[in-house]
């Protein structure tokens, strides 16, 4: 965390007053409580995530949280003038979810770790001014790539990851996606089943198919697990 604000020519946030967690996977769980710590804020999460980390971690430094706040899908919070909305995704996991932030008339959405769009997450994407959305694996590279077959089933599966290809047929349709976003993020890709540039032409080109008047006038960005984005401006 400290390298990518470094990167980015800043020492690090100044303030940080929550730290959000979508699922317990240790990709997304595992420094929770050391940040919490760090930068003496609460980690929000819903109470069957806590539970499975707690179990995840029976050297007890996941306890050593000192401000845990609930909250659940379909609930709507506020943490200062930021109102945010987390909604249930389709994932191996004990309770998933995606996350969707408005203020100041601005919204931000974001959802990785999901297997399909249902409707109510495609619902919850709409009107993003800055979207962020999983593009995880090619089905091809998956598929003849190097992990065993029961993770490839998984990886596949509707409570697995998104491939590019789920996520173009999104991005063409645009009763589905309204083209609305100044930044669209693909992330979460993997390293073994996936390249950028396989990620982006893939968006590219299902965004060209959308008519003129539902054209997407946004940026498209690639994230990466090595170099950090941004910062942006909403």
């Known amino acids: 965390m400290r390298r990518r604000f470094e990167a980015l020519g800043r020492q690090g946030p100044e303030r940080v007053d929550a730290i959000l967690i979508t699922h317990e996977h240790s990709d997304h769980s595992s420094a929770m409580a050391q940040l919490a710590r760090l930068w003496r804020c609460p980690a929000y999460l819903t ?11 029976p050297d007890g430094r996941a306890k050593k949280m000192e401000r845990i706040e609930y909250i659940r899908a379909g609930e ?9 909305n987390p909604f249930t995704i389709p994932h191996d996991a004990a309770d998933p979810v995606g996350y969707a932030f408005q203020a100041n008339g601005t919204k931000v959405a974001i959802v990785t770790d999901l297997g399909y769009l249902p409707e109510l997450v495609k619902h919850h994407l709409r009107e993003a ?46 009763e589905l996606f309204d083209g609305r ?38 940026a498209l960005h690639i994230a990466s697990q090595h170099t950090p984005l941004g910062p942006f401006e909403l």
């Open 47 to 57: 109470e069957l995530t806590h539970r499975e980390i707690l179990n995840m971690y």
């Open 181 to 218: 976003a100044r930044h669209l993020v693909l992330a979460h890709l993997s390293e073994q089943n996936n390249t950028p540039d396989l990620a982006r032409i893939s968006a590219e080109e299902a965004l060209g198919r959308r008519s003129v008047e539902f054209a997407f006038r946004g």
């Open 76 to 84: 709507r919070f506020r943490i200062g003038d930021i109102q945010i």
């Open 129 to 174: 001014d800055f979207l962020i959305l999983e593009s995880n694996h090619d089905l091809e590279m998956l598929k003849v790539g190097p992990y065993p077959w029961y993770i490839k089933q998984r990886v596949m599966s509707r409570t697995g990851h998104l491939s590019n290809t789920v996520v173009s047929e999104f991005l063409a349709n645009c």
